[in-house]
């Protein structure tokens, strides 16, 4: 180690001795041990700096294969979880199939319950009520009948049916029913519904003579009063030819009433209020008939789909047509147009009526069993 060199000696030739300075205070001295000091406390910083480095350096690799050890491990479970996910799937498909199967079988074994409940009440059961069963079950098939025919029988012959029955078995329980048939019955019978397959065998009626209806432009030829005495001359002239008449003003009188008779023969005045009856060309006589016979077949249409308002106008425009051009005063046209009258007559909507006192006489009595 350096020793502190110490401070030159005075002159001798001085006569003051001045005292010796403080190694402090010496500015040649102090310099150089602060600098050697610093660059000590530097170097040593730099070791520790270094040292610092290398020990973080380590730790960062270190850090770094324990993130891609950490990464590697994570892809790996991620492979797995998305192996196990889609045995999952595969797992939750056969599920929903097996829960598809398994409500399936639920719903048939529902429904052999339900039927086999239902076999059982239909045994358990007595004769009464049995007998109430088929009786309310016949009577709303009738009414569905009914509605799809439009007609009151299907019902009637229900109801019938039903008095029959109960009356053969005579229960004192079952008179409350019997009562209330009888009564739909006569609301049945006071309704009037009208009868499709009569009307419509009338309109086949009505069509099939409007071919030989005679209209009023060629009327049918009339046997004339000319005509009968010409046959009864003629069957007497027989007679009268060997004899001599005794009165010739008498013959000739008897000769002019024929001959007049003859002329209004060949004349004859038929009154007509509609001219176009008398405009219409043979040619078109035919098409006039046919349109009368389409006029009838929709009508008839018109009642086997239930449609009465349309039935009704084709009628109408049938029977207008009919006593425009035919000849009203002829047997045959007369009977057609009757025909029609009581088509139109009978055809109204009318509901058939509900047998519902009958229905709640039967629901009364199961229940009060």
Known sequence: MNSTPEPPLAPASDPVALPPASPSASPSTGGPLAGRLALGVLALLTLGALGL??????????????????????????????????????????????????????????????????????????????????????????????????SAEPLLAALKQAEERLARLSQPQLERVRRAIAADIEKTKAVAVADIATLTIRLDEAIRVVDDLPLLVRPEPRRTRGATAAAASAASAPASASAVPADWSARWRSLGQQAWAEVRGLVRVTPIEQPEAMLIAPEQVFFLRENLKLRLLNARLALLSRQFDTAQSDLRDARAALDRYFDRSARPVQSAADLMRQVMDQARLVSVPRPDATLAAIAAATAGR
Do not use: C, F, P, Y
């Open 53 to 150: 480095s290398w020990s973080t350096h380590g730790r960062v690799g270190e850090l770094e294969a324990e993130l891609v050890k950490r990464q590697q491990l994570s892809s790996d479970q991620a492979a797995e979880a998305r192996i196990a996910a889609r045995q999952a799937q595969e797992v939750a498909r056969e599920s929903a199939a097996k829960l598809a199967l398994l409500e399936v079988r639920v719903a048939e074994s529902a429904i052999q319950r339900t039927q086999l409940e239902a076999l059982m009440q239909s045994v358990a059961r007595s004769r009464d009520e049995n007998v109430l069963a088929d009786v309310e079950a016949a009577l709303r098939v009738a009414l569905q009948q009914g509605a799809i025919t439009g």
